[in-house]
């Protein structure tokens, strides 16, 4: 098992920046990769950016560019630096593991909501 605790979310002015962070606990010496989603109201939820133990990333093509993601050295946590954030971007953020064994079974947290707006 692996939990997830997500924050840094809030409200912050169009343009601005934030970050978001993600905190696992439990099974972290199996985990293969990490990532952020986001649901928006109304929508469903989707992909913002992967990274795996080894580093590697990959964004939302309509991202790239804004948001960065990382993770620490001891993997416990990880990252998502938001830039230039548009009032589009509203959403709850959630922070996803998956396990090197079971690769098709993702964990979630709770999520934290970032809000864009003036």
């Known amino acids: 098992q692996v939990h997830l605790v997500e924050s840094g979310g809030g409200l912050v002015q169009p343009g601005g920046s934030l970050r978001l962070s993600c905190t696992a606990s439990?099974?972290?010496?199996?985990?293969?990769?990490m990532g952020w989603y986001r649901q928006a109201p109304g929508k469903e939820r989707e992909l913002v950016a992967t990274?795996?133990?080894?580093?590697?990333?990959t964004y939302a093509d309509s991202l790239k560019g804004r948001f960065i993601i990382s993770r620490d050295a001891g993997d416990l946590t990880m990252y998502l630096q938001m830039m230039n954030l548009k009032p589009e971007d509203t959403a709850v953020y959630y922070c996803?593991?998956?396990?090197?064994?079971?690769?098709?079974?993702?964990?979630w947290g709770k999520g934290t909501l970032v809000t864009v707006s003036s």
């Open positions: 996803n593991a998956r396990l090197a064994a079971t690769p098709f079974i993702p964990y």
């Open positions: 439990g099974r972290i010496h199996s985990l293969a990769a």
């Open positions: 990274i795996t133990t080894d580093g590697k990333t």
